[in-house]
Structure formats: structure tokens, C-alpha cells
């Protein structure tokens, strides 16, 4: 969507909040919910890409030297990745109060 | 030449709109006393005689997702139901408006359960108030038929896009044969044009419809649902006036009879109407200034047209078919008394809920109705309701 959501007005919206633009869920910024961060241990990590397969939200990105991180705008924090991860080479860190 | 009247059960005849309407899709489970409506038009199109989709469903929740899928890829979609099947459907009922979907249902209005009973009220109409849906009541068979097209005229206009219920009382209606004059199909096409939607679900223009909504984006959702009914208002009196300049049978979004110079006036909705208006042709020979007010549009409700027609007069009876459990009474009355609140010289309102579950409302009663309720209003014995022929 062009515009952030919470400056969208009623008269704005499409007849029957029917989503015309593809790819809208990328302004959603789930990120924000995040009590905990997945940390992964790059030297660890075999590359193998059970923590992409897994992770609910497709946050889970391939760094170009291999190894695999979460997108943090869009990571939720779950841990699932830290749980699946074969070699556990993710560690959940809480995040700092601001 | 007058047009010939036809011999017809009411539920048959609104099933024959619907197929002069050449309806695309029907999803519907049978329910007393909707019953005969889906039989019919199941035949109908068994018998090779609408080309449309039947759809025989396993609930009516799925009836109405069905619905909902079938207006979404812009068919002309028609289901209908009753009490306990409006109550499954609820879920969907109000996605259906939330996404402007014009989905046009015959509510034939019935008790809801419990105790158990399939007899007439508007209970089940009662619980759906508020769901964003237009709401239509008629009073007889030749309104059920007529307001058929009126519905889709009005549900699919582009400026509307909102489903509508055409609430038409049970038994009363449903199983009474009627004298019904049929108009044309000619007549039928030039008054509805073809369904044209902005945004379908097809693969050429793919659209994500019935979305998640952020609490950044719910308020302005509602707003919008709002806006849309409140704005269906012109298009429904527009519809109703071509329908007259076509047929010459006019329907108005409030309605009255001996009104005009009457100090007060019985407030009814649906097929009551007849009977206060026979109850006041009794009282206005023994000299009572009485008349009738019926509410034809109830969502959006016409304030403006309600407002005029109760201008001057001293006391409004507002007879309701429904309790607001632990509320101000009949529905009906409240919304009345609100929209009164800040009027110069507003009447007086005095709350009947009578004829629940088909215990029957004679001329009689109408007339007991009448007089006792204009006594109160003189005492100013106003306050809450009175439930019409209680014993104990």
C-alpha cells in the first residue's frame, strides 16, 4: 500500500475494504511485536535451512555468505527458528528497553 | 386494461421474482416458514427454466458463504431464511456488508428460539439490527413480490453496493394466497440492469477481499460501512419511484394512512399494518382523530421522512414484536423515542410489544391497543412497555 496505514482515511478505502495492490502485507511491519531476537552464530551455522523453512513469516533471509538471519522489520520473535535449528546455533536474546 | 391478479401463495410468488429477476446463484437451506420459497426455486431451475446455480447447502452458514462467494465473482446472488437460520448465519451476515456485497435475502421473519417455535415475530430480524444490511419490511403479497426487484435494483446499484433483506412476517405472509398481479419480463429488464461490479475475485485483476484489518484501519472500516448505508438512502427512493412510474405502485421509506390530520397514530412494521389500518377505519366511525404510521425502510432509517409524518401529532402507539431483554422494551419504540429526543413538541411514545410468536393481534386489540395507549400518554404513563395481552 502507498501509504502507511494509520494515514489512510475512511473515504480512501476501496468499496468493501477489498485490497487492490498486490504485496500490501510488506507495509506490515510485524517487527514491532518482538519481545526477543533470534542471534545466530554465523561460524556455527551449517547453511542448511531448516530455520527458513520453518519460520511462520518468511522473516528468515540467506545472508550472502551463507549463512541464514532473520529480517528483523518483519521476525516476531517466536523462536521457532532457535528451536528448530538442528545445531542450535540461534540463541534467543531479549530485546533492550529503549 | 387493468393488469390481471393471480391466484398465488405469497412464498411462490416471491420465488417467481426472483427467477424473473434471472437470478445467477441460489444458496439456501429450507427453513419453516421460508420453506416454500427454496422448494420452488429449486424447481424452478431443475426444470431447466432459469439458468442458475442451486446451491444445496449443508447449513445456512454455509448458505451465506456461498452467497458471499458467489456476489463476489458478480453474480446475482439470492438466499432466504428464518429464526434459527439467520441466527447460523450471523457470523457471515455481517461480513457480507462489511464487504459490500449485494446479496439479496427473503427473511421471512419468525420467533427465535427458546422456547422453541416457528411462528411469526421479528425476534430474528431484531438480532441482526445492526449489521449493515438494508432492511425492508412489507406488508403484503403484492410488496413481497414488487420489492424483489426492487432489492436487486437497489443492492447492486454502484452507488450502494450493500446486501438487503426484504423482511416479509411468516405464516401471515408466507402461506397465505394472495391476489398478485405479475408484471412483464419486459418490464423486469427495463427496471433491472445487468450486475456490474467494480471489483470481482477473477484471475485477470486479482483482488484480496474480506482482508484482516489493523486497529489502525477497523474505525474507518465501520465508517465506511456507515457512510455506504446512510448513503443508499437516495438510490432506495429513486428505486421505489421507478418501480411506480413503471407498475403505478409506489412504496415510500414511511408510510401512512388517516395520518394527515390525526392527533395520533399506531406505529407498525410489516403485515400489522393492514390490521391497524382496519382497527383505525373502526375508530375514526366513533370519531377517534387516529391514523397509522408504518415503517417501511428500517435500515438506514428514514428520520427525515419519520420526523414529517409525525409532525403535530400528540401520541405515538409503537407497536413491537420484539423484547429488548433487560432494555427499554420493544426496539422499535426505543429507536423511536431516541430519534424524538431533541424534537420541538415531540409526541408522546407508548411502547406495545404484542403478537410475539404468532399469538394473534385482531382489529380488537388493535383498537384496545389504541385507546389505552393514548389514555397513558394523557396520564404521561410513559416509562418502559407494556406487553400486549399478558396474563398474570
Not at chain 1, 11 to 18: F, K, S
Not at chain 2, 83 to 97: C, D, V
Not at chain 2, 308 to 331: C, N, Y
Request: overall charge negative; aromatic content about 8%.
Amino acid at each position: 500500500m502507498a501509504k502507511p496505514i494509520d494515514e489512510i482515511r475512511w473515504q480512501e478505502l476501496e468499496v468493501g475494504i477489498a485490497v487492490i495492490d498486490p504485496g500490501s502485507a510488506m507495509g506490515y511491519e510485524t517487527g514491532t511485536w518482538r519481545s526477543e531476537r533470534p542471534v545466530v552464530d554465523k561460524d556455527q551455522c551449517i547453511h542448511c535451512g531448516v530455520c527458513w523453512l520453518f519460520c511462520p513469516d518468511m522473516s528468515i533471509v540467506q545472508a550472502p555468505e551463507g549463512h541464514f538471519e532473520a529480517d528483523l522489520t518483519y521476525c516476531k520473535g517466536c523462536g521457532i527458528c532457535a528451536k528448530e535449528c538442528p545445531v542450535g546455533c540461534i540463541t534467543m536474546v531479549p530485546e533492550e528497553e529503549e | 386494461m387493468a393488469k390481471q391478479r393471480k391466484g398465488v401463495e405469497v412464498s411462490i410468488a416471491m420465488s417467481e421474482a426472483v427467477a424473473q429477476a434471472d437470478v445467477d446463484v441460489i444458496a439456501a437451506y429450507p427453513i419453516t416458514p421460508q420453506t416454500h420459497i427454496v422448494e420452488h426455486l429449486s424447481e424452478i431451475v431443475a426444470s431447466g427454466d432459469l439458468d442458475a446455480e442451486f446451491v444445496p447447502v449443508d447449513s445456512e452458514h454455509s448458505a451465506m458463504s456461498v452467497c458471499c462467494g458467489s456476489s463476489a465473482v458478480g453474480a446475482r446472488t439470492f438466499t432466504s431464511t428464518s429464526s434459527q437460520g439467520l441466527a447460523l448465519m450471523a457470523e457471515i451476515f455481517f461480513i457480507t456488508s462489511s464487504m459490500r456485497l449485494p446479496v439479496v435475502m427473503a427473511l421471512a421473519n419468525r420467533s427465535l428460539s427458546g422456547p422453541l417455535s416457528i411462528w411469526n415475530d421479528h425476534t430474528d430480524t431484531m438480532m441482526v439490527r445492526d449489521a449493515g444490511w438494508i432492511q425492508v419490511f412489507v406488508e403484503n403479497g403484492q410488496e413481497s413480490y414488487d420489492n424483489m426487484f426492487c432489492a436487486f435494483r437497489i443492492a447492486e446499484d454502484p452507488d450502494v453496493m450493500l446486501p438487503l433483506a426484504v423482511n416479509f412476517d411468516g405464516f401471515i405472509l408466507t402461506h397465505m394466497i394472495e391476489p398478485i398481479i405479475y408484471e412483464d419480463d419486459a418490464v423486469v429488464k427495463k427496471y433491472l440492469p445487468e450486475f456490474k461490479m467494480k471489483n470481482t475475485l477473477h484471475p485477470d485483476k486479482p483482488v484480496s477481499m474480506g482482508c484482516f484489518a489493523m486497529p489502525e484501519l477497523y474505525t474507518e472500516a465501520q465508517m465506511a460501512s456507515e457512510a455506504a448505508l446512510q448513503g443508499s438512502y437516495p438510490t432506495i427512493v429513486k428505486a421505489w419511484d421507478e418501480w411506480a412510474e413503471l407498475t403505478g405502485r409506489q412504496y415510500r421509506p414511511i408510510e401512512t394512512y388517516m395520518a394527515e390530520d390525526a392527533e395520533y397514530c399506531i406505529v407498525t412494521m410489516g403485515s400489522y399494518g393492514e390490521t391497524a389500518m382496519d382497527a383505525v377505519d373502526a375508530l375514526r366511525q366513533e370519531g377517534e382523530k387516529v391514523g397509522v404510521i408504518k415503517i417501511r425502510l428500517w435500515r438506514p432509517f428514514p428520520f427525515d421522512d419519520f420526523f414529517a409524518a409525525v409532525k403535530g401529532k400528540k401520541t405515538l402507539i409503537v407497536m413491537d414484536r420484539a423484547i429488548s431483554f433487560g432494555g427499554p422494551g420493544g426496539p422499535v419504540a426505543s429507536e423511536i423515542k431516541s430519534a424524538l429526543y431533541k424534537q420541538d413538541d415531540a409526541p408522546e411514545v407508548v411502547s406495545y410489544v404484542a403478537g410475539l410468536a404468532g399469538r394473534d393481534v385482531s382489529v380488537g386489540d388493535f383498537k384496545k391497543m389504541i385507546i389505552e395507549g393514548k389514555d397513558r400518554a394523557e396520564s404521561k404513563d410513559t416509562q418502559g412497555f407494556q406487553l400486549y395481552g399478558l396474563r398474570g
